[in-house]
C-alpha cells in the first residue's frame, strides 16, 4: 500500500461519498439566512429563564444539593462511624469520634467538617450512611469569600430532621426499592451501644453467655419505629 497518495480523499471528485452542492448551497447565503430567522423566531418566543436571585429554584427531593448533618431532638444523629469519609472520593469530609458515657449513643463527633471546595455532590457518604445522619439537601447556593469560610464545621451542618423530611421520606423509598421492600428502620437502631440495654446487665458474663443475651436482644420486639 502507498502512502504517497490517500485512497479516498474527500476533498476529490472521485470520492463517490461525497455530495455534489447546488449553486445556492455554493452560496452559503440560503443556510446563513435560515440561521437568523430561526435566532429572530426565538426573540419573541416565550422564555424560561430564572431571573436569579430574585426567583430561585425549587428543586426536588430527588436532587442532590449540599451534605447537611441531620439534628435529632437537638442532638446529630451521626455516631462518627468513619464510614462517610472513607467513601468520599475527593477526601473532603474529616471528623473526631468522641465519647460520652451520659450519651444512649456512647460515640459522637467532638468535630465535623466538610470542605465545600472538594464536595462533588456524589452522595457517597449518604449511601454508606448507617444511621441516615448525612443526607444531600435541597441547597444549592452555596457562597464564600475564602477557602476557611468554604469549610463547613459541625454547627453549620446540623439542620433539624423536619426540614428535611423530603429527603428522608424519598430515601425511604428508594431504599426499599433497592433493596426488595424490607427497609424499615428503627429508631432503636440509632443507638450504637456496647452496653446491654436490658436491666439485666452483668459485666461477669462470659462469651456465650454474653452471645445468647445478645440473642435474646435482637429477638425482642422494637417498641417503636422510626418516625420522621
Known amino acids: 500500500m502507498s502512502l504517497d497518495k490517500p485512497a479516498a480523499n474527500a476533498l476529490s471528485e472521485d470520492f463517490k461519498r461525497e455530495r455534489k452542492l447546488s449553486f445556492l448551497e455554493n ?5 446563513i439566512f435560515k440561521g437568523l430567522w430561526y435566532s429572530f423566531k426565538q426573540m419573541f418566543a416565550p422564555t424560561f429563564t430564572m431571573k ?37 472520593p475527593p477526601l473532603a469530609i474529616s471528623m473526631q469520634a468522641n465519647e460520652d458515657e451520659e450519651d444512649p449513643k456512647e460515640r459522637y463527633p467532638d468535630f465535623f467538617e466538610i470542605n465545600m471546595l472538594r464536595c462533588i455532590y456524589c452522595g457517597y457518604c449518604e449511601e454508606v450512611c448507617p444511621e441516615e445522619a448525612i443526607v444531600m439537601s435541597q441547597d444549592y447556593d452555596i457562597v464564600f469569600e475564602s477557602r476557611e469560610e468554604a469549610v463547613y464545621d459541625k454547627e ?49 458474663l462470659s462469651l456465650v453467655d454474653m452471645l445468647e443475651q445478645q440473642k435474646k436482644n435482637d429477638a425482642t420486639k422494637a417498641s417503636s419505629h422510626w418516625s420522621v
Open 156 to 204: 453549620r451542618l446540623l439542620v433539624p430532621k423536619e426540614d428535611l423530611k423530603d429527603r428522608l421520606d424519598f430515601l425511604r423509598e428508594y431504599k426499599n426499592r433497592q433493596f426488595g421492600q424490607f427497609w424499615d428502620f428503627q429508631e432503636e437502631n440509632n443507638i450504637h451501644s456496647v452496653r446491654d440495654r436490658d436491666t439485666d446487665w452483668n459485666t461477669g
Open 27 to 31: 452560496l452559503y447565503l440560503p443556510e
Open 52 to 88: 436569579y436571585p430574585e426567583e430561585k429554584w425549587d428543586p426536588p427531593s430527588i436532587f442532590r444539593g449540599r451534605p447537611v448533618l441531620v439534628e435529632d431532638n437537638g442532638k446529630e444523629r451521626c455516631v462518627a462511624c468513619g464510614l462517610c469519609a472513607r467513601a468520599c
